[in-house]
């Protein structure tokens, strides 16, 4: 078992998307069973994610980064301007961060959260914001530990969630 100083955390390149895309899928169903409905998590293609990364990279608003242990892709974290939810002016968004299982607790996850906390301040963002879901008690422990908050906002908006309830967390950068 690595520890992270053997893990770089970096900006992602287009060459990543096909391991980003196999990561997202893979902690998705690792992270999300018996949180979302298992024909959800048994359908997810990463293929299709694929293609999604490949937009998010070359979205010049956006920030995607990598973590890399031993030359495999374990973790990824992306962020960029709040999209559209009542968020103060401004605000940053953290869309998504996720390991691969075997990556979990090794302080992989904190070291992309802290680079991606560093990059929305660097870009001038004062405020972040994120969605959980409702029920994913090892995500919301792992934020409140690192200084974010439930705002008390709660919704069913995210459609790649099953429309099941999801909290707002929101942080001071």
Request: with cysteine; aromatic share 8%.
């Amino acid at each position: 078992m690595s520890t992270t100083e053997t893990v770089e955390i970096r900006e992602a390149t287009p060459a990543d998307a096909a391991a980003i895309a196999g990561v997202h899928v893979a902690s998705w169903q690792w992270a999300y069973r018996g949180h979302l409905p298992d024909e959800t998590l048994d359908g997810l293609d990463p293929a299709a994610r694929e293609e999604q990364w490949r937009s998010a990279m070359a979205e010049p608003s956006m920030s995607v980064l990598v973590a890399v242990d031993r030359g495999a892709v374990v973790g990824f974290a992306s962020a960029g301007p709040t999209d559209g939810d009542d968020a103060a002016p401004g605000s940053a968004h953290l869309f998504a961060i996720y390991l691969a299982p075997e990556a979990t607790g090794r302080g992989v996850g904190r070291a992309l959260l802290v680079r991606t906390e560093a990059w929305m301040r660097d870009a001038g963002f004062t405020d972040a914001t994120l969605w959980v879901l409702e029920t994913n008690a090892r995500a919301r422990t792992f934020y409140e530990r690192a200084g974010w908050t439930w705002d008390g906002t709660r919704s069913s908006h995210q459609v790649q969630c099953s429309n099941l309830p999801i909290v707002r967390y929101v942080r001071r950068l």
